[in-house]
């Protein structure tokens, strides 16, 4: 089982900052990543497919970058609307997985 | 605009049965594979299923295989998820979601989830 691990778990920001979080597979996954946005009482809502393909409709400041087993993203200039947990997810291995998610917070 | 509804949740004792269905529209439903995530609470992400588009192939997360059963009515458009045996650990809101493919990767990400329905397994 390839295991997604997150970090940092919570991230604490102020509108207008940047943001880089990070997920780590255990083996390579090659650029078979996704990444969520979940806020709450809401489903996930994609935000970055293929490491670095932002979805249909996704800003501009949201970026993906990586391959193999490192992968970050990036938030620039954090709005208020982006303050939520972030989960990725591999599609690379059955079974699929997610990593256990980085909360963005206002400091 | 695609819609997904999941129903079918609610209280039940351990042991036993329950079936989720998840209504979709919007696109063409049998041209795409389909998905169940669970999310316990307070919890993250878990998959749980995942159908192919005619039905032909399901897959399972070890933690449910043998007690979880996916299937879809292409005519209805609905995707189901019978759950025997429940277990404490069953506990939590799960999430239908429509799973995109592509030629070089496979199965690939989730770009539409719905809303979601609580499954509690409590006696």
């Known amino acids: 089982e390839r295991v997604l691990t997150q970090s940092p778990a919570t991230l604490s920001a102020l509108p207008g900052e940047g943001a880089t979080l990070s997920c780590r597979a255990s083996q390579s996954i090659y650029s078979n990543l996704a990444w969520y946005q979940q806020k709450p009482g809401q489903g996930p809502r994609l935000l970055i497919y293929g490491a670095s393909t932002r979805a249909t409709g996704i800003p501009a400041r949201f970026s993906g970058r990586g391959s193999g087993t490192e992968f970050t993203l990036t938030i620039n200039s954090l709005q208020s609307e982006d303050f939520a947990v972030y989960y990725c997810h591999q599609y690379n291995n059955w079974p699929l997985t997610f990593g256990g998610g980085t909360k963005v917070e206002i400091k | 605009e695609v819609q997904l509804v999941e129903s079918g949740g609610g209280l039940v004792q351990p042991g036993g049965s329950l079936r989720l269905s998840c209504a979709a529209s919007?696109?063409?439903?049998?041209?795409?594979?389909m998905t169940w995530v669970r999310q316990a609470p307070g919890k993250g992400l878990e998959w749980v299923s995942l159908?192919?588009?005619?039905?032909?192939?399901?897959y399972y997360a070890d933690s449910v295989k043998g007690r979880f059963s996916i299937s879809r009515d292409n005519s209805k458009t609905t995707l189901y998820l019978q759950m025997n045996s429940l277990r404490a650990e069953d506990t939590a809101v799960y999430y239908c979601?429509?799973?995109?493919?592509?030629?070089?990767?496979?199965?690939?990400?989730?770009?539409?989830w719905g809303q979601g329905t609580l499954v509690t397994v409590s006696s």
């Open positions: 159908i192919s588009g005619s039905g032909g192939s399901t």
């Open positions: 979601a429509k799973v995109n493919y592509y030629e070089s990767s496979g199965y690939s990400d989730f770009d539409f």
């Open positions: 919007g696109f063409t439903f049998n041209s795409h594979a």
